[in-house]
């Protein structure tokens, strides 16, 4: 797709990103990402375990810089992290030593809290978890506590919203009302999401785009283009442009799975 770099909200541009661990071994997450993420898209990003997704979605949040290239979020050089791009971690992620209210009214200062309390208690209800406002997450099912990390990144309106396989942990059913309540929240508000997933049907339902990456060091080896019509609903999930696009990606992926492990038998 011919986006210019100016029609974009975050742009990698050439970025590569190295760690180096404990034992002064370097290790190459991802390689030369070139992508360009337009103002209100949804992309999902799939590949293998490994391969540097979730660094990808901390270059994003300004956790982690690039070693190579740069990431830029409204023309501007990321350097850290900001509310206005708001990530939802991997793992259950509600701070333990707050009630649910005081996790969703996290990012809100403190003096203006009273007057975003409409706010607050619209996000609990939305998140349908007003009745355990005042409960601790430790009291929580992990979905409800992905509930309160959506509302508490949610509440804050950002821009870009970076989800790390927010619902991997979840059973099938609970999975399914999240991605209900993902598809309603990407519907009523104009944020731009990047969502890291090993579902690909969830990723065929949600996004415009799903990006393809290799095993480590990631690369971006394939974008498959959405033909779903918006606004999204699961009854798509029974169309054959759905059985399609999953399919396809289903055979790419299992291409890099195989590449994969033939990288890890030469390396062991
Ligand atoms: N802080 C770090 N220090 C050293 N190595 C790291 C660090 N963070 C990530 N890595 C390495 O970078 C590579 C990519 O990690 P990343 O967490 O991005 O993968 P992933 O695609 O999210 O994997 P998964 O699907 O299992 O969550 C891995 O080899 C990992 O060990
Ligand atoms: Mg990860």
Redesign the pocket.
């Known amino acids: 797709m011919g986006l210019s770099r100016n029609d974009s909200l975050v742009v990698f541009e050439k970025v590569s ?1 190295t ?4 034992k002064f071994r370097k ?4 390689q030369d990402i070139n992508l360009y993420v337009k103002s209100g898209e949804f992309i999902a990003v799939l ?12 270059l994003a949040a300004g956790l ?1 810089e690039p070693t190579a290239g740069r990431v830029v979020y409204q023309n501007e050089v990321i350097t850290g992290p900001s509310p206005d791009r708001g990530l939802v971690f ?1 793992a259950y992620n509600a701070f333990p030593w707050l009630t649910v209210r005081e996790n969703v009214a996290f990012g809100i200062s403190q003096d203006a809290e009273e007057s975003h309390s409409d706010e607050i208690s619209k996000w609990l209800s939305v998140t349908g978890l007003s009745e355990f406002a005042d409960c601790y997450p430790k009291v929580l099912s992990g979905g409800m506590r992905q509930r309160v990390a959506l509302a508490r990144t949610m509440i804050v309106k950002p821009g870009l919203l970076l989800l ?2 927010p619902f991997g942990a979840l059973d099938e059913l609970t999975r399914d009302s999240m991605q209900r309540l993902l598809l309603q929240l990407a519907r009523d508000s104009d944020c731009t999401v990047l969502l ?1 997933t ?1 579902d690909i049907r969830e990723a065929v339902l949600l996004s415009d785009r799903v990006i393809l ?1 290799s095993p ?1 060091p ?1 690369q971006i080896v394939e974008v498959f283009n959405s033909p779903l019509p918006k606004p999204r609903t699961r009854h798509l999930m029974k169309s054959p442009e759905f059985d399609r696009l999953h399919e396809c990606i289903v055979e790419r992926l299992g291409d890099q799975a195989g590449n994969a492990f033939s990288t890890e038998a030469r390396t062991a």
């Open positions: 990103k760690f180096v661990d404990l290790v190459q997450a991802l590949g293998p375990s490994g391969c540097g997704k979730s660094t990808l979605l901390r982690d991997q790390d396989e890291v090993h990456l480590r990631g």
